[in-house]
């Protein structure tokens, strides 16, 4: 099993015929991603070959025909697609999520960075009416290894295993799944470090709860916000697994906003030592750098047996 996103799942993508779009599409089916379409309303009814070498489901050797729809609902009719990825520049994505969740797909994973705050508010708000799971937006995407990636996660990093990550920061994604690659992962999310964003840390520390391939759970923070703080009074009340924790931005000035921007300290909540000495009274296992932090997650593993 995994969370959010299968080897079973049957990917769109928003915005595949632009530049970032071709790119990480290729990227995505090498990983084995059963990307079933494109959606641009002006190439509807074309399709875009994508040479892939070393695809990992198969399909690699001849180029695969990718076709393009017009729209999220004639992609979803045509292909059975229940997941979209969004690669569309920002002043076109609120409309992007809000046809992708008015077309009833599962789960909309918002990649495009520089979306105005206010748009999310709306998109989002809206996904959540029709029933549509947004990751992001800003965010890196979603990944199961060996079965599927949707976002630009690297793919080659890593390899399935048992540990569960969610993290606000897309490299601190990548290294910590590099630096944890010999156990590997069951899903990693991230989440995106905007200051509203669909799915939220207890949102994935709920999933993973309840995924029975997932053995322990790595939470990523950062200054700003008060998420962790949340997260950390749900895992104390709701979550058995063991999490170790990571919360970036120690030496940080206070009240200076950070590379995201949902990272700006608000007074004693936004500080990390504040989220850091949350997390540890909730039994959280919290690292000083990201290395340290895999050096905990590989004491609790040896520890359990």
Known sequence: MAIHLTKESKVLVQGMTGGEGMKHTRRMLAAGTNVVGGVNPRK?????????????????????????????????????????????????????VTEAADAGIGLAVVITE??????????????RRKGTRVIGPNCPGVITPG????????????????????????????????????????TCVGIGGDPVVGTTHID????????????????????????????????????TKPVVGYIAGFTAPEG??????????SGSSGTARAKREALEAAGVRVGATPTETARQVLAVLNADG
């Not at 609902?73 to 229940?82: N, R, V």
């Not at 520089?114 to 996904?127: M, R």
């Not at 994935?204 to 949340?230: M, N, Y």
């Open 114 to 127: 520089g979306i105005p705050v206010h748009d999310s508010v709306a998109f989002l708000a809206h996904a």
């Open 204 to 239: 994935c520390l709920a999933a993973f709860q309840d995924d029975p391939d997932t053995d322990l759970i790595v939470l990523i923070g950062e200054i700003g916000g008060d998420a962790e703080e949340r997260a950390a009074a749900y895992i104390r009340d709701h979550v």
């Open 44 to 96: 509807a009814g074309r399709s875009v070959d994508f040479d892939v070498p070393q695809c990992l489901n198969g399909l690699g050797g001849t180029p695969i025909a990718v076709p393009v729809f017009g729209s999220v609902a004639e992609g979803m009719d045509a292909t059975g697609a229940d997941v979209t990825v969004v690669f569309v520049p920002p002043a076109f994505a609120k409309a992007a």
């Open 256 to 265: 200076r906003t950070m590379g995201h921007a949902g990272a700006i300290v």
């Open 147 to 186: 079965q599927s990636n949707a976002g630009i996660i690297p793919a080659d990093i890593t390899k399935p295993g048992r540990i569960g990550l969610v993290s606000k920061s897309g490299t601190l994604t990548y290294q910590l799944m590099y630096e944890l690659r010999d156990i590997g992962f069951s």
